[in-house]
């Protein structure tokens, strides 16, 4: 995530600029709390783009050319004073990236997923979030299933045996999806969720057949209608086709990027 590339340039003594959208009115590119990070020949993330940005990017690296960065804000017009085609009105905020700066950024994650499984579609998944300002638990039973290279901090990998089990560890109005190895165990962490009943988003890998029979089932077990009826499989959104791992992943991810904030 942007702050983790922003901590290490923090930590490697990198000289920079941190630049925020501090308000935001009408038709803008990014909305306040957006920021990027600015150093003399790099820069992460992005405040929008377009003129807006590169103005942006110049002022920064003027402070950082003259050794003296001044906290301060600057109010731009989008259209009249950049000729850009939204019509609303962005204040940037100019800062030095140091440790203040890092601690006084809490960015808000947009959700809290437990993704269950490490097969190939739970890998293109756990790819594709990786540059998500989200936090996820991935949780499989088979550690060696996880890639050999570490992954980003705001991703932890969990490698239990009763893996149904931390369903309860989530928070509450949590998303979860289900991509396990085996339908059994689907079928375990599926309940224990469905029983649990506060998920704000719930997706379960697998057919149509698949969900009529694990709602049979779940029926059969005294499981709420209410729960079974906000289970979401098959999992992707409509208009995507292809079963590839890495396209399944574009389909949930953009469903999961959907959902309702809460």
């Known amino acids: 995530m942007l702050k983790d590339d922003a901590a290490r340039w923090v930590a ?9 959208v501090a308000d935001a009115k009408g038709s803008v590119p990014r909305d306040a709390g957006t920021r990027m990070a600015v150093s003399a020949d790099a820069c992460l993330g992005t405040v929008g783009g377009g003129h807006l940005e590169w103005q942006a990017i110049a002022t920064a690296r003027e402070m950082l050319a003259a050794g003296r960065v001044v906290p301060h804000t600057v109010e731009q017009a989008l259209g009249p004073s950049l000729g850009q085609c ?10 030095p990236l140091d440790e203040a700066a890092l601690a006084a950024w809490t960015p808000q994650p947009r959700f809290h997923l437990q993704l269950y499984g490490a097969g190939h579609v739970g890998r293109a998944v756990a790819r594709l979030l990786a540059t998500l300002d989200v936090t996820v638990d991935w949780i499989d039973e088979r550690e060696d299933e996880f890639p050999a290279e570490a992954g980003p901090a705001h991703i932890r990998r969990i490698a ?9 560890q989530a928070p509450p109005g949590a998303f979860y999806l289900v991509l396990t190895h ?19 988003f719930f997706g379960l890998i697998g057919s149509r057949t698949k969900r009529q029979k ?5 029926e059969q077990r ?35 990027l959907r959902q309702p904030p809460h």
């Open 12 to 20: 490697d003594g990198r000289p920079a600029v941190l630049v925020s």
């Open 86 to 95: 939204c019509g609303g009105v962005v204040t940037l905020a100019f800062a």
């Open 160 to 168: 239990v045996d009763a893996v149904e089990a931390e369903v309860a």
């Open 182 to 200: 085996r339908h059994d165990l689907d079928e375990r962490i599926a309940e224990a969720i469905l029983r649990r009943g506060d998920f704000a």
């Open 214 to 218: 694990f709602i049979h089932r779940f």
């Open 222 to 256: 005294g499981v709420s209608a209410e729960a079974i009826g906000r289970m979401t499989c098959p999992i992707g959104i409509e208009g995507i086709t292809g079963k590839e791992p890495e396209v399944i992943a574009v389909g949930v991810v953009a469903q999961l």
